[in-house]
């Protein structure tokens, strides 16, 4: 079976900072990885996804998000993080069907 | 863009009521609709696969006499918690895949906006 795996349950930046939320996948054959936000009480937000091609792959509201097969991971990042980045970001592999992490909180302080 | 709408947001029902949840596909049709439970601060588990024209698909653990689901056309799914139970108090999300073919630029998932169920 198909699965990712968020090692961090939140993470704590300074406004301004570089955000990184870690995700590794273990999966037979190619990944299909995708990465969601979600502020409180809401469905879930696209931010990007790798399917094939690039490794680095850019998303909605300057994140972006380096494949790396080696070391079988698909981190998300921001160069410069903003309070209103605080949530709940979820890592997700496609089998057919999502399976998530279990989430990362992320708290950007002023 | 793709635009799955969920109602309601937030629904309060006593113990041993049932509530209907219902998602909508807005401008795509939604061949396949996933059932996914979210506990406060906690991953989506995903519930049950609603295919149009056919049973649904419920993981396992997930009683498919409690949480009815109705996939009658392709625009509409239906999640019916019936007999609500405090227990039942969650976050209930759909999701509908815009494509099923990863090659395809638009291939990814929608969201609704999810329903907050109190049961008391």
């Known amino acids: 079976a198909q699965s990712v795996a968020q090692p961090e349950d939140q993470v704590n930046v300074a406004e301004g900072n570089p955000l990184t939320v870690k995700c590794t996948y273990s999966?037979?054959?190619?990944?299909?990885l995708f990465w969601y936000v979600q502020y409180p009480n809401r469905g879930l937000q696209f931010l990007l996804k790798?399917?094939?091609?690039?490794?680095l792959v850019k998303g909605s509201y300057g994140f972006e998000a380096e494949f790396n097969k080696s070391q079988t991971s698909f981190h998300l990042k921001k160069p410069s993080a903003l309070v209103s980045d605080s949530a709940l970001y979820f890592c997700?592999?496609?089998?057919?069907?999502?399976?998530f992490g279990a989430g990362t909180t992320v708290t950007v302080r002023a | 863009g793709a635009v799955v709408s969920q109602h309601p947001s937030r629904v309060i029902c006593k113990s041993g009521t049932s509530v209907k949840i219902e998602c909508r596909s807005l401008?795509?049709?939604?061949?396949?609709m996933f059932w996914y439970r979210q506990f406060p601060k906690q991953s989506l588990m995903l519930m049950a696969t609603?295919?149009?024209?056919?049973?649904?698909?419920?993981e396992q653990g997930v009683e498919k006499d409690k949480f009815l689901i109705n996939h009658a056309s392709l625009t509409l799914s239906t999640l019916t918690v019936t007999s609500a139970h405090p227990e039942d108090s969650s976050f209930y999300i759909c999701?509908?895949?815009?494509?099923?073919?990863?090659?395809?630029?638009?291939?990814?998932?929608?969201f609704g906006s999810g329903t907050r169920l109190t049961v008391v």
């Open positions: 999701s509908a895949p815009r494509k099923t073919e990863r090659r395809l630029a638009n291939y990814g998932y929608t």
């Open positions: 999966v037979s054959g190619n990944p299909y």
């Open positions: 790798y399917i094939t091609g690039d490794n």
């Open positions: 997700a592999v496609d089998d057919y069907k999502l399976s």
């Open positions: 401008d795509f049709q939604a061949t396949t």
């Open positions: 609603s295919n149009e024209g056919s049973k649904a698909t419920y």
